[in-house]
């Protein structure tokens, strides 16, 4: 079945460690999203890529980036991760962005900082 | 600003009973409006989108662009329709952005 794999489902790193998640999907499609989710709260878009085009959110701290190598794979890199940084991190991708807009979502990573 | 609210956190029904999630927006523009939906364990995924105009499941949700809603409704409530619901919008123009409401978990209680 085509879908979005997120890798690990879970992850526990130390404040300020650097931490790498994972996004693949087998769906082809053009673009890819990174959303932070903290208990009880809508998801926030950090970033999205349109092909290699990356687009970040005002709001999202410099300490997170992201690299899309390829079509199929995209990382969440948090270079120094604060308390505040735990949160459960969903990727989605969609064919397009005005067309096709429905996303879909991987499982989502939960990070926990300690 | 563009905004989703979702006034409730949590809505209980009895199985059987009609329900309905309330869903208001905020958007100078014409949005598209969706509903997502997350089953316990399972992944966020699409249940309707107003452009559509289908029943999904059971479930229809009408765009009131006076009233600036897309409150999701059901007849008749069903035990497997116990989930979390979210509302979103997205812009339709300046980079097509989809903001999402921060929720309402549906309880149907048997």
């Known amino acids: 079945d085509a879908m979005v794999i997120q890798n690990p489902r879970y992850q526990v790193t130390q404040f300020g460690k650097p931490v790498t998640l994972s996004c693949s999907q087998t769906l082809n499609h053009n673009v890819m999203y990174w959303y932070q989710q903290k208990s009880s709260q809508a998801p926030k878009l950090l970033f999205h890529y349109y092909d290699k085009d990356f687009n970040n959110e005002a709001d999202t701290p410099d300490n997170f980036q992201s690299r899309r190598p390829n079509t199929s794979f995209c990382f969440l890199d948090i270079r120094s991760p604060g308390l505040g940084d735990a949160a459960m991190y969903l990727c989605?991708?969609?064919?397009?962005?005005?067309?096709?807009?429905?996303?879909?979502f991987g499982p989502g990573t939960r990070l926990t900082v300690t | 600003a563009q905004r989703v609210t979702q006034p409730e956190k949590l809505l209980s029904v009895f199985k059987g009973a009609p329900v309905e999630l309330k869903c208001n927006y905020s958007y100078s523009g014409s949005p598209e409006l969706f509903w997502y939906v997350q089953y316990s364990r399972q992944r966020l995924q699409l249940l309707l989108r107003?452009?559509s105009r289908e029943s999904i499941k059971g479930f229809t949700a009408d765009l009131n662009k006076g009233e600036t809603s897309f409150h999701l409704k059901k007849p008749f409530a069903q035990e497997e329709d116990s989930a979390m619901y979210y509302c979103?919008?997205?812009?339709?123009?300046?980079?097509?952005?989809?903001?999402f409401g921060a929720g309402t978990r549906l309880f149907v209680k048997a």
């Open positions: 107003h452009i």
């Open positions: 979103a919008l997205r812009a339709n123009t300046g980079g097509f952005k989809t903001i």
């Open positions: 989605a991708t969609s064919r397009d962005l005005s067309g096709q807009p429905v996303q879909y």
